[in-house]
């Protein structure tokens, strides 16, 4: 009986498989989500020409968000071209950065196949086919040799925010619930500390952005960091902005002074 059990689970599987071959393909379709790519792939962008500006802002200057191919749809350059060009211009480093994957591993072969004398760091952000908001997707991309990994992005095209904006039924990642940051985003900042990365915040809603914020503050005052003085750091100022923002929005007034809903020991 259990063999026979498992056979129809192989054979399932394998129908499955096939269903495309045999007229199903369609039917499977209608209940499977779409990813945020499908539309683009069949694009086909008129190619732009390097025209070989150069301008004197761009000398030492660092890319923290370059694309490039290969990807699920047509890119411009690959990863080596991109840094090339980076190079010729006179730029000091390129952060490669894919919605999809990690990039830190082929951060490492274009330190060692590419252009030589530019930095080149790796990154990854928390969409769908990393697990979403996955601090194991935030290890790895960290321990890939090289250590070349730099910027940890939460969601940004299978934000909750954005897939609900566009009014689409594809899976999403989350980073709040009722109101509250999910576990696992703070799993994510402790490895970003413990690390020394760099945290974007994505394509998130304003109140998570808001939220997000306000741990990284916390970490900062944690340490003897100053957010309310004169120096005005990103943070002090993204909090200000988004608070005013949040204040100003109809519905129940936010608090005048957010802070830090984590439980700490």
Same mark, same amino acid.
């Given at each position: 009986?259990k063999r026979?059990?498992?056979g ?8 499955a498989a096939?269903s ?6 369609p039917l499977?379709?209608q209940v499977?989500p779409k990813a ?11 190619p732009?020409v ?6 004197p802002?761009l000398?030492?200057?660092i890319d923290?968000?370059?694309?490039f191919?290969p990807d699920?749809?047509d890119?411009?350059? /690959?990863?080596?071209?991109? +840094?090339?060009?980076a190079k =010729?211009r006179?730029?000091?480093? *390129?952060?490669?950065k &894919?919605h999809?994957?990690?990039?830190a591993g ?8 590419g252009a030589?004398g ?8 928390l969409d769908t086919?990393v697990g979403?908001?996955n601090?194991?997707?935030v290890?790895?991309m960290s321990?890939v ?10 969601p940004?095209? /299978?934000?909750?925010?954005? +897939?609900d904006?566009n009014k =689409?039924t594809?899976?999403?990642? *989350?980073v709040?619930? &009722?109101g509250?940051l999910i576990p696992?985003?703070?799993e994510?900042?402790?490895l ?5 990365l760099?945290?974007?915040t994505g394509h ?12 990284v503050r916390q970490f900062l005052?944690?340490?003897?960091i100053?957010?309310?003085g ?5 943070t002090?100022?993204?909090?200000e902005?988004?608070a ?5 929005a109809p ?8 802070t ?6």
């Amino acid at each position: 009986m259990k063999r026979f059990l498992i056979g129809v689970s192989c054979a399932a599987v394998a129908a499955a498989a096939v269903s495309g071959r045999v007229g199903w393909g369609p039917l499977l379709a209608q209940v499977s989500p779409k990813a945020h790519w499908e539309p683009y792939k069949t694009r086909k962008p008129k190619p732009s020409v390097d025209q070989k500006l150069t301008d004197p802002v761009l000398t030492g200057a660092i890319d923290l968000h370059a694309h490039f191919g290969p990807d699920s749809y047509d890119r411009q350059w /690959d990863a080596f071209e991109v +840094v090339k060009l980076a190079k =010729e211009r006179g730029m000091r480093g *390129v952060v490669l950065k &894919n919605h999809w994957t990690e990039s830190a591993g082929l951060a490492w072969l274009v330190r060692k196949y590419g252009a030589q004398g530019i930095e080149v760091f790796g990154s990854v952000t928390l969409d769908t086919p990393v697990g979403g908001v996955n601090p194991m997707a935030v290890r790895y991309m960290s321990d890939v040799e090289g250590n070349w990994g730099r910027i940890v992005w939460m969601p940004t095209h /299978d934000s909750e925010h954005e +897939v609900d904006y566009n009014k =689409e039924t594809r899976t999403k990642a *989350v980073v709040s619930r &009722n109101g509250k940051l999910i576990p696992e985003v703070f799993e994510v900042l402790d490895l970003i500390k413990e690390r020394n990365l760099t945290l974007a915040t994505g394509h998130v809603s304003p109140e998570e952005a808001l939220m997000v914020a306000i741990e990284v503050r916390q970490f900062l005052e944690d340490r003897g960091i100053d957010t309310s003085g004169e120096q005005q750091t990103k943070t002090r100022t993204a909090l200000e902005f988004f608070a005013a923002e949040l204040r100003s929005a109809p519905g129940p007034a936010a608090s005048p002074e957010p802070t830090s809903t984590r439980k700490r020991s």
